[in-house]
């Protein structure tokens, strides 16, 4: 992309044109949050969103690579391009995100869909404008993928409106667990500076934003590049602000400490949740997976926190299948689950992905038996979540409105300090507001509540 580029131009045209775009975003809320960059990027441009995806004039796809199915399914979708592309000569499809980090996969891609005129990695988006001038003006395909790089700052975004929103704090992960992709296609870690992020909350609060949700792969090991800052000091810092509430996430278990469970419970802006992801019970599969924990280690963990900040709401990550996972290093996950409890959990069937080691391990497990596995922890932790949300039946709470209920009419909905969602009878207009509430039922992954003092 070394011819000229007029920026002028590409925004007269676009302007002119009334041009429109759509983002079909998959995978965990990192990218959820680049594609609040990338729709910052384009209405600066002039580009204003498109309700359908079949009537805009650039579909971008941002596309996650954590397990194969994400990935099927999207190839899927990117093709289905092709019928509207037929009706639509102009519109422009492109694909970006995790997917076209790894190696060869934005060739396939073009090979496969010779519809498909723009690819671009994880850090590029901030050429995305000079990307679609040669689309547009030289009928050029452009490939734009680069390793490592570091994302710049003050790239405009067009986020979600309050009351809550990300901010990101560091890109990047250094830990290599040995089923994960998330480093080849994220690269190195990398922290961004804690005067650009707490310039970011407080310019957020100014907006009406009341919560942020600090985002990074693996949040405690924020700082590390630089001299004696960590991650509860950010912390800290951002409480200072005054917001009126944060949250962060993931935590990975090998960089949790004491000092970071004292400063949640320091702060009353600091919410009393924490995403902790196990991945497996059995310290043998652990050690496997390069989680640099052991069970015990895990289940002490677990103890301090609960000594520090009891009415603690704890979710994980749980990992089936690993290779050579036996049927008892299976039921040891199970019995950690018994044993902790957690209040909500994601379970993923293990996924073989190319270029990490564990997709070269021998034993690869069975699907069928994977297929019970997973079963039988999603039953387990259907009931524990049901329970643990029966235990808050009685209790008051404070929850932040967020907007309509999605299930009935004349609700409301939003999530109480511990990161639960409480549906309840209330006005529209107490969007944004933190409302003191009574949980008056438990349902299955969510709460019932009523408004206190009506
Ligand atoms: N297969 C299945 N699940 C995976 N995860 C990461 N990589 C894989 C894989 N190859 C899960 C982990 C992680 C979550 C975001 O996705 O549990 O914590
Ligand atoms: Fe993947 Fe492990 Fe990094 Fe999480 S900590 S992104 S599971 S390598």
Do not use: W
């Amino acid at each position: 992309m070394e011819k000229n580029f007029d920026i002028e131009k590409l925004e007269r045209y676009i302007i002119d044109n009334s041009l429109t775009y759509y983002i079909e975003t998959y995978g965990c809320q990192m990218n959820a949050h680049d594609s609040e960059k990338i729709s910052g990027i384009l209405s600066s441009l002039g580009y204003s969103r498109a309700q359908d995806k079949d009537k805009a004039d650039l579909v971008l796809f941002n596309t996650c690579c954590v397990r194969e199915n994400a990935e099927n399914k999207i190839y899927g979708n990117v093709g289905k391009m092709k019928q509207y592309k037929k009706h639509n000569e102009d519109m422009i499809v492109g694909v970006c995100g995790c997917m076209m980090q790894q190696k060869g996969v934005a060739d396939d891609l073009f090979r496969m869909f010779p519809f498909v005129e723009l690819a671009f990695g994880t850090t590029n988006m901030q050429d995305l404008p000079e990307m679609l001038y040669h689309i547009i003006f030289d009928k050029e395909r452009i490939k734009l993928i680069e390793d490592d790089k570091i994302a710049e700052e003050n790239v405009p975004m067009k986020r979600t409106p309050p009351p809550l929103s990300t901010v990101n704090i560091m890109q990047g992960c250094n830990n290599f667990c040995t089923y994960c992709i998330v480093p080849y296609v994220r690269g190195r870690e990398h922290s961004r500076r804690i005067g650009d992020i707490i310039t970011e909350v407080e310019s957020l609060m100014k907006d009406g934003y009341r919560e942020v949700m600090l985002l990074g792969q693996n949040v405690n090991s924020y700082g590390s590049e630089f001299d004696r800052v960590t991650f509860p000091m950010l912390l800290e810092e951002v409480a200072k602000t005054g917001i009126d509430r944060i949250r962060f996430m993931t935590s990975h278990p090998k960089d949790a400490t004491l000092e970071l469970f004292e400063t949640m419970a320091r702060h009353d802006n600091i919410c009393n949740q924490l995403h902790l992801p196990v991945q497996a019970g059995s310290s043998r599969v652990l050690k496997a997976m390069n989680r640099r924990y052991t069970r015990e280690d895990y289940l002490s963990l677990i103890k301090t926190l609960r000594s520090i900040i009891p009415d603690v709401v704890l979710s994980s990550d749980i990992m089936i299948g690993f290779p050579g996972e036996t049927d008892d290093e299976f039921e040891e996950t199970v019995s950690l689950m018994e044993e902790v409890r957690y209040d909500s959990a994601f379970t993923f069937v293990y996924s073989p992905r190319k270029g990490t080691p564990a997709a070269e391990m021998p034993d690869q497990i069975p699907e069928e038996i994977k297929q019970k596995r997973i079963m039988k922890i999603v039953a387990l932790q259907n009931r524990i979540t049901y329970e643990s949300n029966l235990k808050d039946v009685g209790r008051s709470d404070r929850v932040l409105v967020e907007g309509k209920s999605s299930r009935d009419e004349g609700f409301i909905a939003g999530k109480t300090d511990g990161g639960k969602m409480v549906n309840l009878r209330g006005d529209i207009s107490l969007v944004g507001q933190i409302i003191p509430v009574r949980i008056a039922e438990a349902k299955k992954t969510t709460l019932v509540g009523e408004i206190e003092g009506r």
